[in-house]
């Protein structure tokens, strides 16, 4: 079970169109892909930035989508999320 959630409250965040960077109050940065939320995957950037805070939550109102930072934690994907190459993994450069 997961506990102290006051520690888990949302304050910040910032979306671009790979990945969705949430800051809690404990100074922890949480990062997921942006796929795993289509309808956030589908938004234009000025809809990805119009958010409102809740106590265990995100709330995009242009858009009508909630994120639970529980679920993020847990990896917890929505219902038809499918990343783009269709592997489930963040494509990385090749290092030289």
């Known amino acids: 079970?997961?506990?102290?959630?006051?520690?888990?409250r949302p304050v910040d965040l910032l979306c671009?169109?790979?990945?969705?960077?949430?800051e809690l109050?404990?100074?922890r940065i949480v990062s997921v892909p942006v796929w795993w939320y289509?309808?956030?995957?589908?938004?234009m950037p000025v809809e990805r930035n119009?958010?409102?805070?809740m106590p265990s939550s995100i709330h995009w109102p242009d858009i009508d989508l909630d994120v639970t930072v529980v679920s993020m934690l847990l990896g917890?994907?929505?219902s038809g999320a499918q990343p783009l190459d269709g592997?489930?993994?963040m494509q990385m450069g090749t290092r030289q």
């Open 1 to 8: 079970m997961i506990e102290h959630l006051d520690n888990m």
């Open 16 to 22: 671009d169109d790979d990945l969705l960077h949430v």
């Open 25 to 27: 109050t404990d100074g």
């Open 38 to 43: 289509p309808p956030l995957q589908e938004a």
């Open 50 to 53: 119009n958010v409102e805070f």
């Open 76 to 78: 917890r994907q929505a």
């Open 87 to 89: 592997s489930g993994k």
